[in-house]
């Protein structure tokens, strides 16, 4: 494998233990790891000029739904709350075939890359017209981007109180069984891993609560991680109050849906007593401030969270809700958000950045990763601050306040994906048409 060395970075935002951010700092990465960090160091690798740069760890997108791409900005979906929107939106959806899959994600990812992300999870809870979780294991894997799919389902349709048509649930059986098949063929859970798969039904409102709890009884026996949407909204709540009796934090809990290996994403309403729960169980939020705020969920309690010792990651959340894959601008908008509900000192540009990078690795349990520190997977966005977005910044490190929301380089495991502001990894103009074309297609 190619040696890298990043030569003398303006500034480096480690995002260590220690919070510390290095000055005219050389990183050497070698072997898909860094291998040195320091002044005037040698390498018989590429050397990258970093003088105009600000490096971070590669950002982490803890839920996304990548198929999505292809439903961006559907006139009927563009002012719907999430019921309504996903009503709207089912049908289009059910045409979907495995090219469909492979294409949006791809897109999907390439955006994400280009926006300084080098993990990114998925949660596909479709399948319709033989698509499979690999579609999207395909497409990653030919973009070279750290990838946490995750095999998503959906089981109660309309006919039983549940949300989505019938035609797009499965069998509960056939669920587990497609889980297990994907568990055991793709999923790594050694370090330095590009492919780990996680188990997630997609939201008590389309899955029953059997399915809630043999999903985890599986998750854990296989040892792989769990993921669902949760507390999104008041509808979903009702929903919950209506059905279960109880609010999602409780349901979650009786189901076995608590727990390090679980991170739920939006849990917009959780309340008090939810937060605390969630602190105690180190259970983990997939934050997704763009699409809660396209969809007027309302605004997450982060503050409170993150206070509490709630593990919280960033998510852009699915393309037909946000619209966008730009994780740099998910950091900038969860700044924004806290400081409307809180106030100005609510959260720091930094902060922001360190749940886009470390708590994202943190959530989705890759503590290989998500720090620029020796031994930590060689997974860096580095940021060309003499720009004009940077122009006149007297902290061009506050990346969030003045900086570029495009990386210039990024390294995943070690190997370049994006290069001067471009994927060299796949040929993404043809991506973009053949996506457009399919696009097309379905809007006929
Ligand atoms: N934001 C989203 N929320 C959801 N809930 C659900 O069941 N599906 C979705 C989704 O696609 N996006």
Redo the contacts with the bound molecule.
């Keep these: 494998m190619k040696e890298f060395l990043i030569r003398n970075a303006l500034t480096v935002l480690t995002m260590d233990d220690l919070g510390r951010e290095l000055t005219k700092t050389d990183i050497r990465l070698k072997g898909g790891v860094i291998a040195e960090i320091g002044q005037n160091l040698h390498s018989t690798g590429e050397v990258i000029d970093a003088s105009h740069c600000v490096v971070t760890p590669g950002l982490v997108n803890t839920h996304h ?1 990548l198929y ?1 791409t292809l439903t961006r900005a559907v006139p009927g979906g563009q002012d719907a709350l ?1 019921f309504g929107w ?1 009503q709207t939106l089912y049908p289009i959806w059910s045409r979907f075939g495995p090219e469909e899959m492979f294409i949006s994600a791809q897109i999907g990812l390439a955006e994400l890359a280009l926006s300084g992300c080098t993990l990114s999870s998925d949660h596909l ?1 479709l399948y319709p017209n033989g698509s499979r979780l690999e579609d999207t294991i395909h497409a990653a894997t030919e973009l070279g981007i750290r990838f946490h799919p995750t095999r998503g389902a959906m089981s109660i349709g309309e006919s039983a109180g549940g ?1 989505p048509p019938d035609s797009l649930v499965e069998d509960e059986g056939s669920i587990l069984e497609d889980c297990i098949r994907v568990i055991d063929s793709f999923h790594d859970s050694s370090d330095g891993a590009m492919v780990r798969v996680g188990v997630a039904p ?2 008590p ?2 899955v029953s609560r059997e399915l809630m709890r043999d999903a985890a009884l599986l998750a854990r026996d296989k040892g792989v991680m769990m993921h669902t ?1 949760l507390a ?1 909204n008041e509808e979903d709540i009702a929903y919950s109050e209506a059905q279960f009796g109880c609010r999602p934090g409780q349901y979650a809990e009786d189901l076995g849906w608590t727990g390090s290996d679980v991170w739920h994403a ?1 849990c917009v309403r959780l309340d008090g007593q939810e937060i605390d729960l969630f602190a105690k169980s180190k259970t983990g939020v997939a934050h ?1 401030p763009c ?1 809660n705020c396209r ?1 007027g969920s309302g605004i997450a309690p982060v503050r409170a969270m993150r206070d509490a010792g709630v593990p919280v990651g960033l998510g852009v ?2 393309s ?2 946000n619209d966008s894959s730009n994780l740099m601008l998910e950091a900038r908008q969860t700044m924004l958000l806290q400081r409307v509900s809180q106030g100005a000192d609510a959260m720091s540009a930094r902060e922001a950045l360190r749940i886009a990078t470390r708590g994202g690795a943190e959530v989705l349990g890759r503590f290989d990763c998500g720090q620029v520190a020796v031994g930590k997977r060689a997974d860096l966005a580095l940021w060309n601050v003499s720009g004009i977005e940077s122009a006149g910044s007297w902290d061009p490190a506050a990346l969030v306040l003045a900086g570029p929301t495009r990386a210039q380089h990024l390294f995943v495991e070690g190997r370049q994906v994006v290069r001067d502001g471009h994927v060299v990894t796949i040929d993404l103009e043809k991506a973009i048409v053949k996506q457009n074309r399919l696009a097309q297609g379905l809007s006929q």
Excluded: I, K, N, P
Aim: net charge negative; proline share 0%; charged share 10%.
């Design positions: 739904h999505q999430l996903l809870y949300l997609c939201s409102f389309s949407h999104e939006h997704c699409s969809l959340d699915g037909a809700s």
